[in-house]
Nanobody
Framework: QVQLVESGGGLIQPGGSLRLSCASS????????MAWFRQPPGKEREFVALVSWMNGITNYADSVKGRFTISKDTAKNTVYLQMNNLNPEDTAVYYC?????????????????WGQGTQVTVSS
């Protein structure tokens, strides 16, 4: 059973940066990709970014393009999310997930494993 552990969340001022990490307990040989989702307060969980596990191709939500960068370290079974120029609308619980089925990156049903989440709060 794959376990995902996120880290790196916290309280940050607007305009600041954070780097989230997500480590998998198992090698992800058969995974399509790893991704980050987030759930803002009072809202549904939404797609943030994805990186293909095999070829490194990335995909981003429009709201984070140009500010967030997803990357992976295959040898460490770890995915990262570098978040720059944060604003209060980025406040959310951030979850990493493993995409285990083909299809839309935005479809949460395509993801077979989820982390517990890490809180990111952007506030002055």
């Amino acid at each position: 059973q794959v376990q995902l552990v996120e880290s790196g969340g916290g309280l940050i001022q607007p305009g600041g940066s954070l780097r989230l990490s997500c480590a998998s307990s198992e090698h992800l040989y058969s995974a399509y990709a790893m991704a980050w989702f987030r759930q803002p307060p009072g809202k549904e969980r939404e797609f943030v970014a994805l990186v293909s596990w095999m070829n490194g191709i990335t995909n981003y939500a429009d709201s984070v393009k140009g500010r967030f960068t997803i990357s992976k370290d295959t040898a460490k079974n770890t995915v990262y999310l570098q978040m720059n120029n944060l604003n209060p609308e980025d406040t959310a619980v951030y979850y990493c997930a493993v995409k285990t089925q083909g299809g839309s990156d935005f479809n949460q049903g395509r993801y077979g494993y989820w982390g517990q989440g890490t809180q990111v709060t952007v506030s002055s």
